[in-house]
């Protein structure tokens, strides 16, 4: 499966995450202590500057159209001023953002993934802006999204969008080989087979060998829990039952040749996609622009379905979906604060942020994906309401999955493992050495944890 389009970087570079509402009160008395102290002692407490002289914010984002978002907040809004720089998605992004807020001078608002926000709670990296986001803002969003950004009751964050997986595939080539759309992962893997069989050059898809996070949510559609907790003390656990279940299907296909194992970044995938070998992909609602952008002289030969299930049944993981944060350095906190519920809840800002195709991105506010929906062209899937299909699938998401408390080392430590698919290591050795050095990763954080 292919996490983003290989032409172009991915804009949230995975992992769709539901985070579970696990208080810092269930956790040990050191993410306590981080999660209570974490607000700024100097944080303003007006909500604005003036037009004589306004707030100044800094922001932080690898998302499209940011400046163009920027542009547009700074020309509509005379009291609060924002200065925009661009980041990296994935580890070296978040390396960069780590690395300005223990030196004290971390932007004041920054795009995190909602995985990743409880690793920036447990240090006391982000402030509780709870008092900035009035309830009347937070029953705008999808509960799943409200409690991606909450913990013990408090708003670390704004959510901006939800990233259903769903699957993308090539219209034509799929009746060229006469395929089916697969309904249930036996569809899939005999659509796999025949497409082997008509040409084995061609794979149905492209398992991406640098980011283990799609797998994440495939694990999660089925079912799996890889974290959770009990008392004071976390429990990982990457290797239950359903987690082993879609391990077992996935190495088959690998070992049988029936899947690509490219990094996203291979020049080989992008050639391969741009030749048609590569016939579909599994991804969020945000790659929808980037395979336009990536695959424009593809025009009207791609389609959006809903992901496979092993019963037929729609559910859904997630890969990918953001929110907006204020690090513990800014002393405007509530100009962030309000800036990042204008970016997520403002039509103008929706609007600007998916013109020209530049974002695709499911906005968690019901309303504002009503404006995106409008706003997106959808020409380049032959006139699909691409915008609907996806609005369907975050319906289907599963709820119960949470995410631990160190996950940017989690997707680190599972990086190596992953990198050895197809090349003689497998799926399942690479989830027992990331289990591992995730609950070591957690002691060393000073939290109680038992594998699960």
């Known amino acids: 499966m292919t996490l983003s389009s290989p032409a172009a970087p991915a ?38 500057g003036s037009a004589a002289k306004p707030t100044e914010i800094t922001f932080w984002s690898w998302t499209k159209n940011s400046d163009a978002v920027v542009a547009k907040f700074n020309a509509t809004h005379t009291d609060v001023h924002v200065t925009y720089s661009q980041i990296t998605s994935g580890t070296d992004g978040y390396a960069k953002i780590f690395a300005a807020i223990k030196a004290g001078n971390g932007p004041d608002l920054f795009n995190c993934e909602y995985s990743e926000l409880p690793n920036f709670v447990s240090q006391g990296d982000v402030q509780d802006i709870t008092q900035y986001v009035p309830a009347g803002v937070t029953s705008k969003f999808a509960a799943g999204a409200v409690q991606s950004t909450t913990l013990d009751g408090k708003t670390w964050a704004v959510p901006y969008d939800v990233e259903p997986q769903v699957l993308y595939y090539r219209k034509d080539l799929f009746q060229k080989y006469h395929l089916t759309v697969p309904t249930t992962w036996d569809q899939f893997k ?85 030749a048609g070998n590569v016939l579909a992909q599994i991804n969020g609602p945000f790659e929808a622009a980037y395979l336009k952008t990536g695959f424009a002289d593809q025009s009207g030969k791609w389609a959006v379905a809903q992901l496979p299930t092993w019963d037929g049944t729609p ?10 944060a204020v690090s513990k350095d800014s002393k405007n906190a509530a100009a962030a604060a309000e800036f990042a519920t204008w970016m997520s809840t403002d039509a103008d800002a ?29 020409s380049f899937y032959g006139g699909q309401d691409v915008y609907a299909l996806n609005k369907q699938a975050a319906t289907t998401v599963k709820t119960g999955w949470t995410w631990g408390p160190t996950m ?36 060393a954080a000073g939290l109680s944890v038992s594998n699960g």
Request: aromatic share 6%.
């Open 350 to 378: 929706v609007a600007t942020r998916v013109q020209g195709g530049a974002s695709s991105a499911l906005p968690a506010d019901s309303a504002m994906a009503d404006v995106a929906q409008k706003s997106f062209d959808s």
């Open 408 to 443: 940017v080392s989690t997707w680190a430590d599972l990086a190596t493992p992953w990198g050895r698919l197809g090349k003689g290591g497998t799926i399942a050795a690479a989830l027992k050495t990331g289990q591992e050095a995730t609950v070591q990763q957690i002691k």
């Open 315 to 324: 559910a859904a993981g997630a890969v990918g979906g953001s929110s907006y």
């Open 190 to 274: 005999a659509d796999a087979v025949a497409l082997n069989k008509a040409d084995p050059k061609a794979k149905l898809v492209n398992f991406a060998t640098d980011d283990a996070s799609a797998f994440a949510g495939l694990a999660w559609q089925a079912g799996a829990q890889w974290f959770s907790t009990q008392g004071e003390s976390w429990k990982v656990n990457f290797q239950d039952a359903a987690t082993l279940k879609v391990a077992s299907y996935w190495q088959g296909l690998i070992d049988a040749g029936l899947v690509g194992t490219a990094t996203t970044s291979d020049p080989a995938l992008a050639a391969d996609t741009t």
């Open 11 to 48: 804009p949230s570079r995975r992992h769709g995450r539901k985070l579970a509402a696990a208080a810092c009160a269930v956790l040990s008395l050191t993410l306590v202590a981080a999660c209570g102290s974490s607000k700024s002692g100097t944080a303003s407490t007006a909500s604005t």
